[in-house]
């Protein structure tokens, strides 16, 4: 039989590369990841969602053994239910779907996210790995500047619940079939029935992901993208992929405010949203907010809209507003452009110079609104936030800008 003659891996690893991405990416090299590592890390409270402090940090390439030591973490911590979140460029895809597996058993929910544990300021990847092996739930925050490419697909879809927030993305590309041959052609086989067993081969897998694709509630058009996409190549999903797919239905979501540590003296205030056009809902974007700090008593606040949602010019102004109190933001500037959030994304932007005691005001209330001006043709587009997060992401611009006036 020709199949004694070779050994089949199936690899599904996103090509190194693709920061920005618009269909498909070109592949780049890139130093191989190290093996998927799982451990528990833990927030403040509803630091990964409403009543969830702690979950499950997945991060790095899916090999062979990953299933297995996935499984082990989950029999250690037992009945509880916590929530598994990927970091990964992927891997072996048949071990993927094992975990996907696991994951559906025990009726888990995983998402899109990096985990940083606050032990590794300023170690060593190194030192880093090793507290993270080390056994113990991590202090650690959450950022959604995060990836789930080509086979950590397979798992994420795995699970019962999923969130992709915003600024995280879906890498896909079709099947790398890599085959060792071993004697199969000195024993007479030749090229055309080698290329023959290939091609049936990849089909039957192809057909294997279909059929996990519908085991687990989404579109097999995932399955009939990636095939469109060569191996070399990745495409990271819109955000209207990611809902028609049912990878994540919720048309709107929102971040918490977060502070991002750019290193001295950068420090910004970030939430991340999804906004729909007005006319069109299914066009979907994330949009964003930064707070950056100019002194001890001065912020600056910058609002960062999709182009697609402000036609030719968009609104002079747009309030920031919270209960009563509120600021104008004016557009300023031009066109800014980014691949970082979505594959060839440009935004508009509006800015203010406000104080800390505004922000303080807003972040005393529960809810933010964002609101256009509007006219007697168009109503004014409101875009109403959550403050989560926001006060202790004040207090670190005010720990970075210097001491609070009294």
Known sequence: MLKIFLLVTLALVAPAAAQSRSAAAPKQGKKPSAPMIFYLAKGGPDACGAGCSEWIAAEGRIDESSAQRLRALLTQIGKRKLPIFFH??????????????????????????QTVPTGCAGATEQACRVLKQSGQALPAALRTIASCDSACVFALIGAKMRQVPPGARIGIHSVKLVIEWGHARDAGFSDRQIASYEKTRLAEINAQHRRYAREMGVDVGLIDLSLQVPHTSIHYLSREEIVRFGIDPQEFQETRWDALDLGSPE???????????????????????????????????????HTGFSGAGGEATIRFAAGERSVALSRFGSVVTTNAIESGASYNTWGAVSSFEFLEAVAARTNMELVGSGDAEVPARITKLSTAGLSQAISALQLRCGPKPE
């Open 267 to 305: 420090l910004w205030a970030l939430k991340f949203f999804i906004e729909g056009a007005a006319k069109d809902r299914k066009e979907l974007h994330a949009g964003f907010l930064r707070i950056s700090c100019r002194n001890s008593r001065q912020v600056g606040i910058t609002y960062f809209r």
């Open 88 to 113: 990964s460029a992927g891997g072996v895809a048949s071990t993927a779907r094992e975990m996907g597996h696991l994951l559906r058993e025990r009726a888990m929910s995983a998402g899109v996210y």
